[in-house]
């Protein structure tokens, strides 16, 4: 079946340690997103990749990384300089195409940080 | 900048009726696109309907429709014969052409559904 996959559903990391989230997709999508959920706000946007290779910052950026090695992969790193990274991170996957389709989401990950 | 503002933090409404969640938006842009996307407790976020700015017609899917007022900036969602199964945060979404393609969301509306 096709769809995007991340890993792990629950994520515990200690203050100080950077922490790299997982984002596979087998659609055949170019362009993948980045979200971070949290109480209240909707989604916001960390990062987004329209090819592989190039990825762009979105509204929230400061603290994150991404690579996008391949096009079925785009893995979010969380690290020590975010100052809140607590949250529910959700991955998604388009055709790219403006309003062509909509984002396919992942089941999310809940990284907590103490 | 583009902002998605959906007024109301939480509805309620009767297993088989009539209930519609409220979006406004704003935008300098005459080409879009517009969502309404689900997250039910599993918060597996799913697509219920898409609306083109450039088309007049009210998209349906279903029991679902959406009331696009496009002067108004407006965009709401009717989910007719509410079942149980529709209880879920709803999240409305603007996509446009400024600065690639990104989506910016509300902050959600979370509706219960009465048995």
């Known amino acids: 079946d096709g769809g995007i996959t991340q890993s792990p559903k629950y994520l515990f990391r200690k203050e100080g340690q950077n922490v790299t989230l997982s984002c596979e997709q087998n659609l055949n999508h170019d362009a993948m997103y980045w979200y971070r959920q949290d109480p209240g706000q909707g989604l916001r946007l960390i990062y987004y990749?329209?090819?592989?290779?190039?990825?762009q910052k979105g509204d929230i950026a400061e603290g994150y990384s991404v690579s996008r090695e391949k096009k079925e992969s785009f893995p979010l790193t969380v690290t020590s300089a975010q100052k809140n990274p607590t949250a529910f991170y959700l991955c998604?996957?388009?055709?790219?195409?403006?309003?062509?389709?909509?984002?396919?989401f992942g089941p999310g990950t809940r990284l907590t940080v103490t | 900048a583009q902002t998605v503002t959906q007024s109301q933090p939480e509805m309620s409404v009767q297993e088989a009726e009539t209930v519609t969640l409220s979006c406004t938006y704003d935008t300098s842009e005459s080409d879009y696109y517009l969502f309404w996307y689900k997250q039910p407790p599993s918060r597996q976020m799913i697509l219920v309907i898409r609306q083109e700015a450039y088309k007049q017609q009210n998209a349906t899917e279903n029991r679902f429709s959406v009331n696009f007022q496009k002067a108004a900036k407006s965009f709401s969602l009717k989910i007719s014969d509410s079942q149980l199964g529709d209880a879920a945060m709803y999240f409305c979404a603007y996509e446009g052409y400024t600065g690639g393609f990104k989506t910016i969301f509300g902050a959600g509306t979370r509706l219960f559904v009465k048995a």
């Open positions: 998604a996957s388009s055709t790219g195409l403006a309003g062509a389709g909509e984002q396919y």
């Open positions: 990749s329209q090819i592989v290779n190039d990825f």
